[in-house]
Structure formats: structure tokens, C-alpha cells
């Protein structure tokens, strides 16, 4: 059972009313986002849609490298980081590096007060930064731990990078299915696939 005490959103009418006080699905939910790019990432906003309390975990310096997708081709160009604001809204964010033992500290007193951990990091890497749910699920009895990845859990291919493009998009033949016969391949809007896919494990989450 969650035990955290229930959040608010105040929400503001043009009537006399003024703000409204309004109860959502999540108040009182804790989340914790350490993951990169999509898949895992966009779970964790729609729990913040809900009304959660979801905190990012962001390498110092440079941050998660999709703030900077909107800046690549054949992305349209545009001053606003379009990307980032659309799957990262509602968040909060801390800058950690997970490889340095006083921010692990923090890493792990936010991992005990916490509801769901979410990630997306290959199984080496949550190996090699002790976040598997061997590591964190005896700092927190009612930790709901949701962990996805391009390739799965076991297997060959299990720490290939799963981006949305090569894992989703080509891998799958819908680049070749959908173009016209004799033309180049099809590009896939940014994210295409990790967008439904992130809703599959928020709905494995909920």
C-alpha cells in the first residue's frame, strides 16, 4: 500500500470559482525514471499525467542524450526541443552519476521512499551499476520494479542497443512494407514504435 500523502493538481477556471482542487489516479504515487531515450522514459510520463510524483535521473553535464534528437536529421528543425517536451512533461530531475558512490547513496534513500523504479538500461548495465531487482528490491518491500529492453532478458542479442529506428522500425520489415515498389526505404516518425511499446509497460505497470 502506498503510505506517502496524497498530492493535489490545482487547476484554474475562467468562472468565479477560481482553483479547483482536483484528486487524480496517481496522487501519492512515487516514481522513479532511470532511463534514457523512450521506451521506459514514456511509461513514466503518463504516470505523471495521472498525477504522480516522477523524478528523472539524468547523467551530470549532458543529461539524457534525447534532449538533443531534435537537433539531428532528418528530424525537422525547430528552436524548441519538441521531443523532449513532448515525452519528458511533468517530471522532475535530478543529476546523478550512478557510477559515483555518493550518488549511488542518494540513488538508493530515493529508491526506499519510491513505488516504481523504471528503466530501460540494458541488463549489463543495470549489472554493472547494481539496479537489478536483486539489488534494489530489499531496500523496499512494495517497489513495483518495471525494467524493458529492445531485445529482452535473455539471448543472444539481449545487450544490443533496442533503438526505435534499427530494433523496431527496420528489424520488423515495416521499412520495407510500407514504401512504394523500387523506392528507398520508409523513415519512421521519431520514436514510432517506442511510444506504444512505453504503453504497453505503463499498462503492465498500472
Same mark, same amino acid.
Given at each position: ?57 539524468? +547523467? ?62 540494458? +541488463? ?13 528490491? +530489499? ?68
Amino acid at each position: 500500500m502506498n503510505d506517502h500523502p496524497p498530492r493535489r493538481r490545482i487547476f484554474h477556471d475562467t468562472t468565479d470559482r477560481g482553483a479547483i482542487l482536483v484528486s487524480t489516479p496517481l496522487d501519492g504515487i512515487r516514481v522513479l525514471d532511470v532511463g534514457s531515450f523512450v521506451f521506459g522514459p514514456a511509461a513514466a510520463t503518463v504516470m505523471a499525467d495521472f498525477g504522480a510524483d516522477v523524478v528523472k535521473i539524468e +547523467p551530470p553535464a549532458t543529461g539524457d542524450p534525447y534532449r538533443y534528437l531534435h537537433q539531428m536529421p532528418p528530424l525537422p528543425a525547430c528552436e524548441e526541443d519538441y521531443c523532449w517536451l513532448l515525452t519528458s512533461r511533468g517530471k522532475r530531475s535530478v543529476a546523478l552519476d550512478l557510477k559515483d558512490a555518493e550518488a549511488r547513496d542518494i540513488l538508493l534513500r530515493l529508491v526506499r521512499e519510491t513505488d516504481v523504479f523504471v528503466t530501460n538500461y540494458p +541488463p549489463r548495465v543495470l549489472e554493472s551499476l547494481r539496479l537489478g531487482w536483486d539489488d534494489l528490491s +530489499p531496500l523496499n518491500g512494495r517497489l513495483i520494479y518495471a525494467h524493458a529492453t529492445g531485445f529482452g532478458d535473455t539471448g543472444p542479442e539481449v545487450d544490443k542497443p533496442g533503438y526505435d529506428a534499427t530494433a523496431w522500425w527496420a528489424r520488423s520489415g515495416l521499412q520495407d512494407a510500407v514504401r512504394a515498389r523500387g523506392s528507398e526505404p520508409a523513415l519512421s516518425v521519431a520514436a514510432m514504435g517506442d511510444h506504444p511499446s512505453a504503453m504497453a509497460l505503463f499498462g503492465a505497470i498500472m
